[in-house]
């Protein structure tokens, strides 16, 4: 499955936080002190009763965030359904206004912050709203407004609440309390505006006064130091809901014997939750039937869709998932973690499960042999006639054929080093097919190393039909043949095979005579299906066809067309913006039977959902609203939204539930950055050399500034919500024994003593002494780099600009970074470069896994020219021509996880890392343990934390949501599925399919 994962998680979620208000009585009015009742009531669209709201999918925009006082603001407003008709609206200063055209002047005659709130009546009588979607705005004050200082300004802030004391919200659950702290910001100039003690307060409004209990009132809020702070508690029984706590603060001005009262209110919107958040699943009632039955309605927040839906180039998780609901592999992981073993896997396309000997489908069973021959490294797998391709175009099925499976694999390993090792899936399939090391690096420009793809080695990896390999019954129906894999080619046994061989990026089942009426050829392949495939091309035959592996010239009809053999077909499709599946009129089922625990997929009469319409978002909103209008099956969203999420669990809209993951993010290296490339993407001046990343010191000094403590409570930990956990290393918690417990990872927020040895900056003094780029980066001249990551997660925003803060603090401003944002396609083509063309300084993504063992990590993110070390140019920065100083010097030590990594013996623990993990990838029984590979990877762990690899930002801990009428329990808790697999999902109260 594609392992790239952007930063939008499957989260969902309504911040709700302070409003300060602010209004003064007109001059010569004379009143008297009162609540906020005297002069709130009309503060937002509460002033009258709004009428009944059908739709939440109405949308208001500014050209601008923010304003002075007195200055006119044009306001507009849309629908994504209807046409309207008038608008009412509400401007959270206390003023309305009703029009017939959708935009509208506002003038905020006060500093503030207010939520602009509009109802939009439609030509049918309908009314639409943006209440989950309230456009905030900013007015500071204007010297005109307020010529002679008369008024006081107020502000406020949360400091904590009972689920989340860093960065708290005003989200709290039943029961919760929640601390406020507000205080007086500005005086009053004129010496005649009176404000004391007695005059400020807390406020309950409405509601509040009953729901929440006040305790631990301190201080005056007369200034900073002396801020009102107060905790609220919910009342047992208190209603789901919104609730405002008012700060007010009431000045007196006399002025000629007329007394002018004004009262500047600072406002907090609470918004009381559900404390079920933390059960293994919510169930929900609002919306008890799906008002669309057979139809998956869902959202997705990724900017710019998938890059393809051709599974042999395809490699991110976001084209994965389509990918996963229209192939077939030959077999599936059944998520019972206990791969290799045959038994953690069931059939697909095949009739069974190579070395499996019992049980309906069980190899020994059916045919009399495990099919696993040649002491263990033939893998031969029965085509069960069940398994037909669809194609929508013409309407035709089609039989898969092992020559199918040939092609497919064919055309996969044509990929396995184009443009880089793991840049594309082949490497994971064809990695146990293909020699390894044994081409000339040299032999056409590099294409068929380090494993040698030529035609001749793969065609020899695999027999069609073999009489000796391939039982008679599976020559006829209901079978459709035979395809024997000879991993033993490669070198090495490989009994995780059958965990390849279930990926469906790379294993995918692609139709042969499909491929080739879009244009794609293979020379001498002049037929598919049945006779089998040629058996003898030249090694360089092929050739052109690899370079079609190119993200920037790949066949686009193959990208963007599908005919697979799975549950889905393609009925739509729009690049970058949405894609329709219908379900296959071909597909019947699988020869595995027994439901979803054993990973089976489902009959045809099982699937519950016959058609999924995905939106791939630009932003949040749609999916939102869709949600709040009871119109979405699905919606992800970024964990910023968390109190919107609190907010519709309470309402009783959606559910959600958590699991852990083995998906991992972090920040990579790049060690010869493309200054041109770079500058290009930002107008800010870029002066780090090129080759800065080259210094471990550097790289140590950017791993150790990073808010490790700040990111997991802060931006990871959301109104009690954990979404992520630390961790350390290439290979994830939760993998066995191979996760390094034994190697210390940089955790905490940075050290600030030079004076601790390891600390930040400890090792800033390191960089500022050696000879590499001690001379390069200084306080008058300093080293401003690119730090890119994808745009979408305001999360992983702020902890990006938490670290540049401190990595400038820390280095006096020596070294700086330029926080730049692209969409995830951009990020995804950065890493396809030839080595030191990636324009991305340092930049941030994820890997989810293939399958579930350390070399499905250890090959994308240490081998040299892989997924994250091909344009980051690691190899050939530290070993090869683009080193910037000689980095081949031996490390000493006593044993390779105990050398000190300096600048110049970099380059010799580089390699000393790889070697040792590729022994741990290829370590297998009976001549080595797994003992000693547990070690092979705890060694290869402990040079990678010396060099410094990456910033092993956090791990994810999954949460998603759905809606009400969804059974979660429907949900695959496979650890590498990739997104969504719809066939699985079903209704309340339905049997679970597949």
Not at 108 to 122: L, R
Not at 297 to 304: K, L, T
Not at 422 to 449: K, R, V
Not at 456 to 479: F, R, V, W
Request: with cysteine; glycine share 10%; charged share 5%.
């Amino acid at each position: 499955m594609g392992p790239l994962i952007g930063i939008i998680l499957l989260i969902v979620i309504l911040v709700v936080g302070g409003v300060g208000t602010f209004l003064a009585l007109p001059t010569g009015t004379s009143t008297h002190k009162g609540g906020p009742t005297s002069i709130q009531s009309c503060s937002g669209f509460q002033c009258t009763p709004p009428p009944k709201v059908s739709y939440h999918d109405a949308s208001v925009t500014s050209p601008f965030s923010t304003s002075q006082a007195g200055a006119s603001v044009t306001f507009s407003a849309s629908i994504a359904h209807g046409t309207p008709a008038s608008f009412k609206w509400f401007f959270g200063d206390g003023t309305t206004a009703t029009t017939t055209y959708s935009s509208t002047p506002h003038v905020f005659a006060s500093a503030g912050s207010y939520d602009v709130f509009v109802q939009v009546t439609d030509t049918s009588g309908i009314v639409h709203d943006n209440l989950y979607s309230l456009l905030p705005f900013t007015t500071t004050s204007s010297y005109s407004g307020d010529p002679l200082g008369d008024h006081v300004q107020t502000t406020g802030a949360i400091v904590s609440n009972s689920t989340s004391t860093s960065s708290p919200t005003g989200t709290i659950p039943a029961g919760g309390a929640v601390t406020l702290m507000a205080y007086v910001s500005s005086p009053a100039v004129n010496s005649n505006t009176q404000l004391t003690a007695s005059d400020i307060s807390f406020v309950l409004q409405g509601s509040a006064s009953t729901a929440f209990k006040v305790s631990g009132q301190t201080g005056t809020g007369l200034n900073a130091s002396a801020a009102l702070q107060a905790t609220f508690t919910a009342q047992a029984g208190a209603p789901a809901g919104s609730y405002a706590i008012t700060f007010q603060a009431v000045s007196s001005l006399v002025t000629s014997g007329v007394t002018l009262n004004a009262w500047s209110n600072y406002t907090f919107t609470l918004f009381l939750g559900s404390s079920t958040l933390g059960n293994p699943h919510v169930v929900v009632t609002k919306f008890p039937t799906s008002p669309h039955p057979g139809t998956i309605q869902s959202y997705e927040y990724y900017i710019g869709g998938a890059v393809s839906l051709d599974p042999s180039v395809d490699y991110e998780t976001v084209g994965a998932e389509v990918i996963y609901n229209v192939y077939e592999t030959l077999i599936t992981y059944n998520g019972s973690q206990a791969g290799p073993s045959p038994n953690g896997f069931v059939p697909e396309a095949a009739a069974c499960v190579p070395g499996t000997t019992s049980g309906p489908y069980g190899c020994q069973t059916l045919f009399g042999s495990t099919l696993v021959t040649n002491g263990g490294s033939d893998y031969t797998f029965v085509i069960s006639d069940h398994a037909k391709f669809y194609n929508p175009s013409n309407g035709a099925i089609m039989n898969v054929y092992p020559s199918d499976v040939e092609w497919s694999l064919v055309r996969t390993c044509l990929f396995v080093e184009y443009p880089g090792v793991a840049n594309n899936p082949g490497w994971i399939e064809c990695q146990a097919l293909l020699p390894y090391n044994l081409a000339n690096p040299a032999y056409d420009n590099g294409l068929h190393t380090p494993w040698n793809n030529t035609p001749a080695n793969l065609l020899n990896a695999m027999t069609i039909n073999s009489s000796a390999d391939c039982p008679t019954a599976a020559m006829s129906a209901p079978y459709s043949g035979c395809i024997t894999f000879h991993t033993g080619l490669s070198g090495a046994m490989w009994p995780e095979f059958l965990e390849l061989m279930s990926d469906p990026n790379g294993a995918a089942i692609q139709s042969c005579k499909w491929d080739q009426t879009q244009g794609y050829t293979l020379a001498g392949w002049s037929t598919c299906g049945s006779p089998p495939s040629p058996t003898s091309v030249a090694d360089n035959a092929w050739d052109g066809a690899i370079s079609q592996g190119s993200p920037t010239s790949w066949n686009q009809k193959l990208a963007q067309n599908m005919v697979g053999s799975g549950p889905y077909y393609l009925a739509a499709y729009s690049y970058g913006q949405s894609y329709a599946l219908k379900q296959s009129p071909a597909w019947s089922g699988t020869t595995c039977v027994g439901g979803k625990p054993n990973g089976c997929l489902p009959t045809a009469s099982q699937i519950q959902a016959t058609y999924i319409s995905n939106t791939w978002e630009t932003s949040d909103t749609p999916g939102l609203q869709a949600y709040a209008a009871g119109t979405a099956d699905y919606a992800n969203f970024p964990s910023t939204d968390t109190p919107t999420m609190l907010n519709l669990i309470a309402q009783g809209k959606i559910g959600a539930l958590t699991n852990p993951t083995l998906s991992i993010f972090f920040t990579s290296f790049n060690l010869q950055y493309n200054i041109a490339a770079a500058q290009a993407l930002t107008t800010q001046k870029l002066t780090a050399p090129a080759y800065m990343m080259q210094d471990v010191n550097m790289r140590e000094f950017l791993v150790h500034t990073f808010p490790y403590q700040t990111q997991l409570n802060e931006f990871g930990t959301i109104d009690g919500i954990q979404y992520q956990e630390t961790y350390g290393g290439t290979i994830p918690k939760g993998m066995g024994n191979f996760y390094p417990t034994n190697v210390t990872w940089p955790g905490g927020d940075p050290d600030q003593s030079a004076s601790d040895v390891g600390g930040a900056a400890w090792w800033w003094n390191q960089v500022s002494t050696d000879t590499l780029d001690g001379s390069a980066c200084t306080t008058a001249s300093p080293c401003i780099y690119p730090l890119v990551l994808q745009t979408g997660d305001p999360a992983d925003l702020a902890m990006y600009e938490a670290w540049a803060q401190w990595t400038s603090k820390i280095s006096g401003g020596a070294v700086q970074a330029v926080i730049i944002q692209v969409n995830f396609n951009t990020l995804v083509a950065d890493l396809y470069g030839a080595p030191g063309s990636g324009g991305f300084g340092q930049f941030f993504l994820g890997w989810l896994p293939d399958y579930p063992d350390p070399s499905d990590y250890t090959v994308p993110m240490m081998y040299p020219d892989s997924t994250y070390t091909l344009t980051t140019a690691w190899n050939e920065a530290l070993t090869g021509s683009m080193a910037y100083q000689n980095y081949m010097t031996p490390c000493t030590g006593t044993n390779a996880w105990n050398y000190v990594v300096t600048n110049a013996c970099q380059g010799w623990a580089y390699k000393q890392m790889v070697s040792l993990a590729q022994a741990g990838d290829t370590c297998v029984a009976p001549t080595c343990t797994i003992a000693q590979r547990i070690q092979y990877y705890n060694a290869a762990e402990h040079i990678q934390s010396q060099l410094a690899m990456y910033t092993y930002d956090f791990q994810q801990v999954g949460v998603g949501t759905y809606a009400s009428w969804i059974n979660p329990a429907s949900f695959t808790p496979n650890p590498v599925t990739p997104g969504n697999v719809w066939w699985f999902w079903s209704y309340q109260g339905q049997p679970i399919v597949g």
